[in-house]
Protein backbone atom coordinates (compact mmCIF):
# COMPACT_ATOMS: atom_id res chain seq x y z
CA UNK A 1 0.00 0.00 0.00
CA UNK A 2 1.21 3.74 -0.83
CA UNK A 3 2.09 6.09 2.18
CA UNK A 4 -0.30 9.20 2.07
CA UNK A 5 1.33 12.76 3.23
CA UNK A 6 -1.92 14.64 4.03
CA UNK A 7 0.45 17.81 3.67
CA UNK A 8 1.70 17.12 0.53
CA UNK A 9 -2.07 16.97 -0.65
CA UNK A 10 -2.04 13.32 -1.77
CA UNK A 11 -0.78 10.21 -2.68
CA UNK A 12 3.28 10.09 -3.13
CA UNK A 13 3.00 7.75 -6.37
CA UNK A 14 5.73 10.33 -8.00
CA UNK A 15 7.71 11.18 -5.31
CA UNK A 16 11.38 10.04 -4.36
CA UNK A 17 11.49 8.40 -1.16
CA UNK A 18 12.78 9.33 2.06
CA UNK A 19 14.20 7.92 5.12
CA UNK A 20 14.80 10.31 8.17
CA UNK A 21 17.98 9.46 10.67
CA UNK A 22 17.16 11.64 14.10
CA UNK A 23 19.67 12.17 16.82
CA UNK A 24 16.40 12.44 20.16
CA UNK A 25 19.16 15.23 21.91
CA UNK A 26 20.09 17.31 18.81
CA UNK A 27 16.14 17.80 17.65
CA UNK A 28 15.05 18.64 21.46
CA UNK A 29 18.39 20.95 21.50
CA UNK A 30 16.86 22.59 17.80
CA UNK A 31 13.61 22.52 19.32
CA UNK A 32 14.28 24.02 22.77
CA UNK A 33 12.10 21.24 24.13
CA UNK A 34 12.63 19.29 27.58
CA UNK A 35 12.94 15.46 28.02
CA UNK A 36 8.96 15.63 28.62
CA UNK A 37 7.86 17.28 25.49
CA UNK A 38 9.83 15.03 23.21
CA UNK A 39 7.05 12.27 23.99
CA UNK A 40 4.35 14.94 22.00
CA UNK A 41 7.28 15.19 19.39
CA UNK A 42 7.29 11.72 18.60
CA UNK A 43 3.62 11.54 18.01
CA UNK A 44 3.86 13.95 15.28
CA UNK A 45 7.06 13.72 14.61
CA UNK A 46 6.20 12.68 10.88
CA UNK A 47 4.44 15.34 10.07
CA UNK A 48 6.52 17.87 11.64
CA UNK A 49 9.23 16.76 9.34
CA UNK A 50 7.23 16.18 6.13
CA UNK A 51 6.19 19.83 6.76
CA UNK A 52 10.10 20.95 7.39
CA UNK A 53 11.05 19.38 3.77
CA UNK A 54 8.29 20.84 1.99
CA UNK A 55 9.08 24.18 2.98
CA UNK A 56 12.42 23.63 2.28
CA UNK A 57 11.49 22.96 -1.53
CA UNK A 58 11.50 19.14 -1.20
CA UNK A 59 8.55 17.32 -2.09
CA UNK A 60 9.44 13.72 -0.65
CA UNK A 61 7.52 10.59 0.64
CA UNK A 62 8.70 10.59 4.15
CA UNK A 63 8.32 6.75 4.73
CA UNK A 64 10.17 6.01 7.94
CA UNK A 65 12.15 7.44 10.90
CA UNK A 66 15.09 6.08 13.08
CA UNK A 67 14.90 7.77 16.45
CA UNK A 68 17.80 7.33 18.48
CA UNK A 69 17.85 8.12 22.12
CA UNK A 70 19.22 7.12 25.26
CA UNK A 71 16.06 7.34 27.27
CA UNK A 72 13.91 4.16 27.30
CA UNK A 73 11.40 4.19 24.89
CA UNK A 74 7.88 3.29 25.89
CA UNK A 75 6.13 4.26 22.49
CA UNK A 76 5.47 2.19 19.82
CA UNK A 77 4.50 4.61 16.97
CA UNK A 78 3.82 4.27 13.32
CA UNK A 79 6.51 4.30 10.76
CA UNK A 80 9.43 4.98 13.69
CA UNK A 81 12.45 2.53 14.46
CA UNK A 82 13.89 3.46 18.05
CA UNK A 83 17.80 2.85 18.48
CA UNK A 84 18.68 2.72 21.86
CA UNK A 85 22.06 4.40 22.74
CA UNK A 86 24.40 5.61 25.61
CA UNK A 87 23.93 8.79 27.38
CA UNK A 88 26.51 11.37 25.51
CA UNK A 89 27.99 12.02 29.19
CA UNK A 90 28.78 8.87 29.15
CA UNK A 91 30.55 7.89 25.36
CA UNK A 92 30.96 11.64 24.10
CA UNK A 93 28.07 10.20 21.97
CA UNK A 94 30.01 7.39 20.52
CA UNK A 95 26.92 5.09 20.48
CA UNK A 96 24.75 7.31 18.54
CA UNK A 97 27.83 8.05 16.09
CA UNK A 98 28.30 4.31 15.59
CA UNK A 99 24.08 3.43 15.43
CA UNK A 100 23.33 6.19 13.31
CA UNK A 101 26.81 5.48 10.73
CA UNK A 102 25.86 2.24 10.35
CA UNK A 103 22.60 2.54 9.34
CA UNK A 104 23.00 5.72 6.98
CA UNK A 105 25.73 3.76 5.65
CA UNK A 106 23.60 0.56 4.88
CA UNK A 107 20.55 2.65 3.53
CA UNK A 108 22.63 4.40 0.86
CA UNK A 109 24.95 0.86 -0.15
CA UNK A 110 21.77 -1.05 -0.64
CA UNK A 111 20.10 2.26 -2.33
CA UNK A 112 17.14 1.94 0.05
CA UNK A 113 15.87 5.20 -0.94
CA UNK A 114 16.68 8.66 -2.73
CA UNK A 115 17.10 10.86 0.11
CA UNK A 116 17.85 10.67 3.33
CA UNK A 117 17.08 12.97 6.23
CA UNK A 118 19.93 13.96 9.12
CA UNK A 119 19.08 15.28 12.44
CA UNK A 120 22.01 15.44 14.35
CA UNK A 121 25.41 17.76 14.62
CA UNK A 122 28.20 15.55 15.08
CA UNK A 123 31.06 16.77 12.60
CA UNK A 124 32.13 13.29 12.82
CA UNK A 125 29.58 11.95 10.10
CA UNK A 126 31.18 13.96 7.48
CA UNK A 127 33.00 11.06 5.75
CA UNK A 128 29.73 9.01 6.08
CA UNK A 129 27.58 11.36 4.37
CA UNK A 130 29.57 11.73 2.29
CA UNK A 131 30.25 7.84 1.56
CA UNK A 132 26.62 8.25 1.03
CA UNK A 133 26.18 11.09 -1.44
CA UNK A 134 29.08 9.39 -3.74
CA UNK A 135 26.53 6.08 -3.62
CA UNK A 136 24.29 8.43 -5.33
CA UNK A 137 21.80 9.09 -2.57
CA UNK A 138 20.96 12.51 -1.69
CA UNK A 139 21.69 13.96 2.04
CA UNK A 140 19.98 16.60 3.93
CA UNK A 141 20.32 17.92 7.11
CA UNK A 142 18.01 19.72 9.66
CA UNK A 143 19.37 22.77 10.74
CA UNK A 144 18.35 26.37 12.67
CA UNK A 145 17.66 29.49 11.42
CA UNK A 146 21.26 30.20 11.79
CA UNK A 147 22.29 28.26 8.77
CA UNK A 148 20.81 30.36 6.63
CA UNK A 149 23.65 32.51 6.76
CA UNK A 150 26.54 30.22 6.52
CA UNK A 151 28.99 33.12 6.17
CA UNK A 152 28.53 34.03 9.44
CA UNK A 153 28.11 30.38 11.00
CA UNK A 154 31.39 29.86 9.45
CA UNK A 155 32.92 32.16 12.06
CA UNK A 156 30.91 31.39 15.01
CA UNK A 157 31.04 27.66 14.57
CA UNK A 158 33.10 26.52 11.65
CA UNK A 159 32.46 22.68 12.87
CA UNK A 160 28.48 23.16 12.59
CA UNK A 161 28.96 24.97 9.14
CA UNK A 162 31.46 22.65 7.57
CA UNK A 163 29.12 19.64 8.70
CA UNK A 164 25.92 21.58 7.18
CA UNK A 165 27.68 22.99 3.79
CA UNK A 166 28.17 18.94 3.14
CA UNK A 167 24.34 18.90 2.65
CA UNK A 168 22.46 18.55 -0.53
CA UNK A 169 19.91 20.36 1.01
CA UNK A 170 20.12 22.42 4.75
CA UNK A 171 16.78 21.69 6.03
CA UNK A 172 15.65 24.60 8.30
CA UNK A 173 13.15 23.61 11.15
CA UNK A 174 12.11 27.12 12.00
CA UNK A 175 8.93 28.44 13.25
CA UNK A 176 6.71 28.17 10.96
CA UNK A 177 7.34 23.99 10.96
CA UNK A 178 6.99 23.92 14.26
CA UNK A 179 3.63 25.70 14.03
CA UNK A 180 2.29 23.69 11.15
CA UNK A 181 3.53 20.30 13.11
CA UNK A 182 4.24 18.87 16.06
CA UNK A 183 2.59 21.38 18.82
CA UNK A 184 5.92 22.22 20.88
CA UNK A 185 6.32 23.27 24.25
CA UNK A 186 6.52 26.77 23.10
CA UNK A 187 5.11 27.94 20.03
CA UNK A 188 7.73 29.84 18.73
CA UNK A 189 10.81 27.99 20.02
CA UNK A 190 13.06 28.31 17.08
CA UNK A 191 12.33 32.06 16.64
CA UNK A 192 16.01 33.69 17.73
CA UNK A 193 14.99 37.09 18.10
CA UNK A 194 14.33 37.44 22.59
CA UNK A 195 12.19 39.58 24.62
CA UNK A 196 14.38 42.10 26.82
CA UNK A 197 15.60 40.63 29.52
CA UNK A 198 17.70 43.00 32.36
CA UNK A 199 21.34 42.18 32.35
CA UNK A 200 22.13 41.05 35.23
CA UNK A 201 19.44 38.29 35.75
CA UNK A 202 20.45 37.33 32.20
CA UNK A 203 24.01 36.64 33.46
CA UNK A 204 22.84 35.38 36.69
CA UNK A 205 20.95 32.57 34.88
CA UNK A 206 23.60 31.55 32.28
CA UNK A 207 25.90 31.66 35.40
CA UNK A 208 24.02 28.84 36.64
CA UNK A 209 23.81 26.45 34.27
CA UNK A 210 27.04 27.12 33.17
CA UNK A 211 28.18 26.35 36.71
CA UNK A 212 26.06 23.15 36.92
CA UNK A 213 27.76 22.03 33.79
CA UNK A 214 31.18 22.55 34.84
CA UNK A 215 30.15 20.80 38.35
CA UNK A 216 29.59 17.67 36.92
CA UNK A 217 32.75 18.10 34.16
CA UNK A 218 35.43 15.51 35.20
CA UNK A 219 38.88 16.74 35.77
CA UNK A 220 40.01 15.13 32.98
CA UNK A 221 37.71 16.85 30.68
CA UNK A 222 38.36 20.01 32.03
CA UNK A 223 42.09 20.13 31.49
CA UNK A 224 41.46 19.01 27.88
CA UNK A 225 38.90 21.97 27.76
CA UNK A 226 41.31 24.31 29.33
CA UNK A 227 44.35 22.99 26.67
CA UNK A 228 41.57 23.27 23.90
CA UNK A 229 40.50 26.90 24.55
CA UNK A 230 44.18 28.29 24.67
CA UNK A 231 44.70 27.29 21.33
CA UNK A 232 41.10 28.35 19.71
CA UNK A 233 38.99 31.56 20.11
CA UNK A 234 35.75 29.77 20.32
CA UNK A 235 34.33 26.63 22.35
CA UNK A 236 34.16 22.68 21.16
CA UNK A 237 30.67 22.37 19.49
CA UNK A 238 29.17 19.69 22.28
CA UNK A 239 30.18 21.95 24.85
CA UNK A 240 28.41 24.85 23.30
CA UNK A 241 25.25 22.61 22.04
CA UNK A 242 24.54 21.33 26.01
CA UNK A 243 25.04 25.03 27.25
CA UNK A 244 22.67 26.49 24.70
CA UNK A 245 20.20 23.57 25.52
CA UNK A 246 20.66 23.79 29.16
CA UNK A 247 20.05 27.61 28.58
CA UNK A 248 16.60 27.36 27.06
CA UNK A 249 15.00 25.01 29.31
CA UNK A 250 15.90 27.76 32.57
CA UNK A 251 14.85 30.81 30.09
CA UNK A 252 12.48 28.79 27.81
CA UNK A 253 13.28 30.53 24.95
CA UNK A 254 16.33 30.86 22.44
CA UNK A 255 19.43 33.06 22.96
CA UNK A 256 20.23 36.14 20.62
CA UNK A 257 22.92 36.26 19.07
CA UNK A 258 25.20 39.07 21.20
CA UNK A 259 23.15 36.33 24.34
CA UNK A 260 25.71 33.53 22.83
CA UNK A 261 28.55 35.78 22.79
CA UNK A 262 28.09 36.51 26.08
CA UNK A 263 27.40 32.69 27.21
CA UNK A 264 30.07 31.89 25.55
CA UNK A 265 32.94 34.48 26.95
CA UNK A 266 31.29 33.53 30.52
CA UNK A 267 32.10 29.54 29.66
CA UNK A 268 36.22 31.05 28.74
CA UNK A 269 36.32 32.66 32.07
CA UNK A 270 35.25 29.72 33.79
CA UNK A 271 37.68 27.41 32.01
CA UNK A 272 40.75 29.85 31.65
CA UNK A 273 40.46 32.33 34.82
CA UNK A 274 41.07 35.85 34.91
CA UNK A 275 42.46 36.78 31.57
CA UNK A 276 44.98 39.29 30.42
CA UNK A 277 44.48 41.90 27.97
CA UNK A 278 46.34 40.15 25.46
CA UNK A 279 44.63 36.81 25.96
CA UNK A 280 41.16 38.49 25.67
CA UNK A 281 42.05 39.85 22.32
CA UNK A 282 40.64 37.09 20.65
CA UNK A 283 36.98 37.16 22.28
CA UNK A 284 37.15 40.82 21.39
CA UNK A 285 38.01 40.40 17.74
CA UNK A 286 35.28 37.67 17.76
CA UNK A 287 32.93 40.89 18.36
CA UNK A 288 33.79 42.44 15.00
CA UNK A 289 32.78 39.46 12.73
Same mark, same amino acid.
Given at each position: ?????????????? *??????????????????????????????????????????????????????????????????????????????????????????????????????????????????????????????????????????????????????????????? +??????? +????????????????????????????????????????????????????????????????????????????????????????????????? *????????????
Amino acid at each position: MKRQHSSHGGAHNS *AESCIALIDARFLAWLQGQTEAAQDNTRQHLLTLLGHALVNNGLDLNLRRIYWYSDSAEDQVVDAQISRAVLPHSQDGGVSILRALGADLKRLAERQACEHILVGSDDERLLSLIDEAQLHGVAVHLLADEASRNMNQLQRDDPGWARLLSQADHRVVL +GAQNLRD +GAQPRHGNAAVHAAPAMDPEQLREQLNTVIQAWWADEPEDLREELREELHNTRGIPQEVDRQLLLGVRRVLERALSFQEKKLLREMVRDLVLGPQTP *AANAAPQDDHMD
